[in-house]
């Protein structure tokens, strides 16, 4: 089974610009969960998406939004981008019953605001 | 804010030797869970304990949950030098989430 795929894997871009992030879940979960990853904050929850709806939501400004479409892959959106959005972008799938806990993570994109 | 506080922060052994990290937390929780990491990759899904479980094992793994002091450890027995990475703790508050609240993490490094 294919694990989670994330694209692109790096991306620069420049303030003020706005960037879309790509995630691809394991065949057959349905939940996607995104996590931002900073050297100074740490690992920290965006959001998470089960069937196009958004179940939970961090802490962060509403410049970050998501989405999830029907076949449960999902993006995530970040716009006017600032040099403290630089970070390592994760997401990560799992089932929604059964053994629902374990999460299984992409490799991340590597963002880097110039 | 964090939810775990993780220590140390930073470990250095040698091969064979074992390696213990400890993981506080404030808030009631669901599970606990422990995930690794190398070089700034996606995360790894090591072990999972629930609020009810004291105790659980997986290959060279150990892991201990004190609910009363809001605590776990993560022992890595026999550790070998494809163990150095980072380890986080991670706690689900309730049932059937995603979300991951992550301790600042244990950069292990286990020298040949």
């Known amino acids: 089974k294919a694990g989670v795929t994330q694209t692109p894997r790096y991306l620069i871009k420049t303030r003020g610009q706005q960037v879309t992030l790509s995630c691809s879940p394991i065949?057959?979960?349905?939940?996607v969960s995104w996590y931002q990853q900073t050297p100074g904050q740490g690992l920290q929850f965006l959001f998470e998406y089960f069937s196009e709806t958004q179940r939970n939501k961090g802490n962060f400004p509403g410049r970050f939004s998501g989405r999830q479409f029907s076949n449960s892959r999902s993006e995530m959106n970040v716009s006017t981008l600032e040099l403290g959005d630089s970070a390592l972008y994760l997401c990560?799938?799992?089932?929604?019953?059964?053994?629902?806990?374990?999460?299984?993570f992409g490799p991340g994109t590597r963002l880097t605001v110039l | 804010s964090q939810q775990g506080e993780e220590d140390p922060q930073a470990l250095s052994i040698q091969e064979g030797e074992n390696a213990t990290m400890n993981c506080s937390y404030k808030t009631s929780i669901n599970n606990l869970q422990w995930y690794r990491q190398n070089s700034g990759r996606g995360l790894v899904h090591l072990i999972l304990i629930r609020s009810n479980e004291r105790e659980k094992h997986s290959g060279r793994l150990r892991v201990t949950l004190d609910t009363s002091k809001k605590s776990s450890s993560l022992l890595i027995t026999a550790s070998r030098a494809a163990d150095t990475a980072s380890y986080f703790c991670?706690?689900?508050?309730?049932?059937?989430?995603?979300?991951?609240?992550f301790g600042q993490g244990t950069t292990l490094q286990v020298k040949p």
């Open positions: 065949s057959g979960h349905r939940s």
């Open positions: 990560a799938s799992r089932k929604t019953s059964g053994d629902y806990n374990e999460q299984f």
């Open positions: 991670a706690t689900v508050l309730s049932g059937n989430t995603g979300k991951l609240i």
